[in-house]
């Protein structure tokens, strides 16, 4: 793996606790709303190494994440 990457275990655990935070509190945790939160796309780029900049893409790779969180 390389340096600045994280494990796909870590990525999977930490997208979990988003997408069952996200349908647990009807959107929100304690750091606010998934709609504008950066987490998501700060765990992808960390994990893959690419930069998620469009919004579709974004919410895209979200929607995808909360479903597995059910």
Not at 30 to 57: D, M, T
């Amino acid at each position: 793996m390389p340096k600045n990457e994280i494990s796909k275990e870590i990525f999977d655990r930490e997208t979990s606790m988003c997408g069952k935070l996200n349908k647990k509190n009807g959107g929100k945790c304690c750091w606010g709303e998934c709609k504008n939160c950066g987490v998501i796309p700060l765990l992808y780029k960390l994990h893959k190494g690419e930069l998620l900049e469009k919004a579709e893409e974004i919410e895209k790779i979200k929607m995808g994440l909360y479903e597995q969180g059910q």
